[in-house]
Nanobody, 123 residues
Framework: QVQLVEPGGGLVQPGGSLRLSCAAF????????MGWYRQAPGKQRDVVAA???????NYIDSVKGRFTISRDNAKNTEYLQMNTLKPAGAAVYYC?????????????????WGQGTLVTVSS
């Protein structure tokens, strides 16, 4: 079984910083794209940032210059450093990955989500 595990988010004041992490566990052969999404109450889940296996990154315009996505391929882990957080950034944050895992002698491709972690931005 392959899964993504996100430790808890937290409460941060406007203008503050928070670092999220997400680790992949299981019979993983390779992780291709990893990403972060967020879903605010009553809204759809939207992408925030993504990173490829060679480290290329992309961000939505509203977080450019404030958020940084990174990954440690040796640990099958990705991170999202969030600086200068705004109240509009409050949401449940989900990590995601497109990966190849082994099942017996077979290689299989899978897209999976983390369980989500709540980030609250409030004074």
């Amino acid at each position: 079984q392959v899964q993504l595990v996100e430790p808890g988010g937290g409460l941060v004041q406007p203008g503050g910083s928070l670092r999220l992490s997400c680790a992949a566990f299981g019979s993983i052969f390779k992780i291709n794209v990893m990403g972060w999404y967020r879903q605010a109450p009553g809204k759809q889940r939207d992408v925030v940032a993504a990173i490829t296996s060679d480290g290329s990154t992309n961000y939505i315009d509203s977080v450019k210059g404030r958020f940084t996505i990174s990954r440690d391929n040796a640990k099958n882990t990705e991170y999202l450093q969030m600086n200068t957080l705004k109240p509009a950034g409050a949401a449940v944050y989900y990590c995601s990955a497109v990966l190849v895992y082994t099942s017996g002698s077979t290689y299989r491709c899978l897209g999976i989500w983390g369980q989500g972690t709540l980030v609250t931005v409030s004074s």
